[in-house]
Structures are given as structure tokens and as C-alpha cells.
């Protein structure tokens, strides 16, 4: 079984120990309930570093006030069981009065990015995301830190923050661990019933539409809008929260596809919100 750390000071001793040693360290933070997304993360980390640390930690601060904080899946047997065959090191598993104690008040804040996208129907999400990267970099000081590409505005905006905070660490996105079918990896889609589960397959389907009419000469994003937004409603009962069609690094939209483009979206199945993307070129 991985080693499980709950305190901050012991995993700030522990990694000094390694670094001491001259060994590197990859991170991997994630919110836990373990899915092949996560773990593709973890076998990268673990090819790359001596060193593997997995943090597992429901940050509250990245939740609104409506949102599924409380009823959010956690399975800590079960990831321990799963991250120990990938021989991680240590699993830094604090709980929430570790990480922001009684007068906690620093916040770390990338203004813009944060405001787009999710950031908008998601108000102060990225800012308790960037604050708790922040934190778990400080603590852990890992050589390299692991994302998806599945939360791809996550990862534009922790390069930003370690660009603009000189922070020393390395960020690698790896990409989207689907399922067979193309629904993108989620431990949110353990909320789905199987009957929104079938319609949550419109999510990427969508995508790869759009994807193929840009490979077939449309450039309007007025027009690849309309045909992701026809298809999504046949789904009954799914909503969509946002469709953009971005520059992949600003996230300003654009009105034309040209270059590497970003085509994301979050949609609601009842109360789940789910988010996909894709990238064209
Ligand atoms: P979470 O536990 O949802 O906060 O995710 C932790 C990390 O795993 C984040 O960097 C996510 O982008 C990444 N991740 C989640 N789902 C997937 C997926 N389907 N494919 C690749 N990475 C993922």
C-alpha cells in the first residue's frame, strides 16, 4: 500500500528528504475516485520521476455554493488499493482544516483566463483551483506536476499561474482518457443513470462532428455552434452551459477557425455538469 500522508508538515519533511537526495518528483493532484484518467497521469509520473506523489484532496474552495461539494464521490479503499499497484510513493491526503486552517486568507488568482469558459458560469472556481495548486507546489515541490487535458481551461491557466508566479515547476498535460464508447473519463459520471449516461454520449459525438466539418472546410464558428447545439438537443433533458471555440492558450473566442483551435463545452444531464473538448488544427 502507498504510504498515506495527511499532514502538511510530514509531507513537506518527506519531500525535503527526497529532494535531499538529489530525487525527482512528480506530482499528481486530483479530487480522488480514481478512474483510468487519473491513472494515465500516474504511469507518466512514474516513468518520468523518481518519485511519485498523488494528492487526493476535495478542495471546498473550487465548489460554489450550489454545487455537488458534499455528495462528490469519494472512495479513498479503493483508490489506495488502485494507486498501490502503480507502486506510487506517497499519497498526500489532508483533510480540509490541514489545508485552510481557522483565519486561513491567501488566495492565488490568474485574472482573464479565470473568468472564461467555465470560469463564467463557475464563478470563483479557478481562483480556489490556482490557490490549492499553489498550496499543494509549496508543499510538495514537485520537478514536474501532471494534468489532463480533459479540464483543458485548468491546465492553460495553472502554466499561466507557474509562468507569471515563477513558480520552478514543470507542467505536463497528458490527453483525454475516454471510454469505449467517447464519453471522457469523470468521476462525475458515477452521478449518470444509465439512461443519461446514453445521453451524455452526445457530448463528444458533438465534438467529433464539429471536428469533421472543420476537416471538411467550415470555418464559421457561428456555423459549427449551430450544428453541435442541433445535435445536443436531441438529447432531452441536456443542457448546455457553454460552447466555445477558442484560441487554446488565450481562450479569447473566434468567429473563424483558423490554427489550433479549442472546441469545449459543459453541458448539464439534470444536475451533473459535464465538460469535453477537443482540438483542431
Ligand atoms: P479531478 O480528480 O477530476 O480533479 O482530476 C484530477 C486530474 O485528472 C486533473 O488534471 C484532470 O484533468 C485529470 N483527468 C480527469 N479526467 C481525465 C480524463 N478522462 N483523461 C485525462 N485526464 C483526466
Known amino acids: 500500500m502507498a504510504k498515506v500522508i495527511k499532514s502538511v508538515e510530514s509531507m513537506m519533511k518527506l519531500s525535503d528528504g527526497f529532494r535531499k537526495k538529489g530525487l525527482s ?7 480522488g475516485c480514481l478512474h ?7 504511469k507518466e509520473a512514474k516513468k518520468r520521476n523518481d518519485i511519485v506523489v498523488v494528492s487526493i484532496f476535495v478542495n471546498p474552495t473550487q ?7 458534499k455528495k462528490y464521490p469519494r472512495d479513498m479503499k479503493r483508490d489506495l488499493k488502485l494507486l498501490s499497484r502503480y507502486k506510487v510513493n506517497a499519497v498526500f491526503f489532508p483533510a480540509a482544516k490541514e489545508m485552510y486552517p481557522n483565519g486561513y486568507g491567501a488566495d492565488v488568482e490568474v485574472k482573464r483566463l479565470s473568468d472564461k469558459l467555465c470560469g463564467a458560469s463557475r464563478p470563483g472556481h479557478f481562483k480556489g483551483v490556482t490557490t490549492i495548486v499553489a498550496k499543494l507546489f509549496n508543499i510538495v515541490r514537485p ?3 501532471y494534468f489532463g487535458e480533459k479540464d483543458f481551461q485548468q491546465q492553460v491557466i495553472i502554466r499561466k499561474m507557474v509562468r507569471d508566479l515563477n513558480m520552478g515547476v514543470k507542467i505536463i498535460s497528458m490527453p483525454i482518457v475516454r471510454e469505449k464508447d467517447g464519453l471522457a473519463m469523470s468521476s462525475r459520471n458515477t452521478y449518470l443513470s ?7 454520449l452526445v457530448i463528444n459525438g458533438s465534438l467529433k462532428f464539429a471536428k469533421m466539418l472543420v476537416n471538411s472546410g467550415v470555418r464559421s464558428s457561428v456555423k459549427i455552434k449551430a450544428a453541435m447545439t442541433k445535435l445536443m438537443r436531441t438529447a432531452k433533458g441536456l443542457k448546455i452551459d457553454y460552447i466555445s471555440i477558442c484560441d487554446p492558450e ?6 473563424v477557425i483558423k490554427g489550433k483551435t479549442l472546441i469545449a463545452t459543459a453541458i448539464y444531464i439534470g444536475k451533473t455538469r459535464l465538460i469535453d473538448n477537443i482540438v483542431v488544427n
Open 36 to 42: 483510468k484518467g487519473h491513472i494515465s497521469l500516474v
Open 143 to 145: 520537478d514536474n506536476a
Open 63 to 69: 465548489f460554489g455554493p450550489r454545487e455537488d461539494l
Open 25 to 31: 518528483i512528480g506530482l499528481v493532484p486530483t479530487m
Open 194 to 200: 444509465n439512461e443519461d449516461r446514453i445521453k451524455a
Open 250 to 255: 488565450t481562450l479569447d473566442e473566434k468567429s
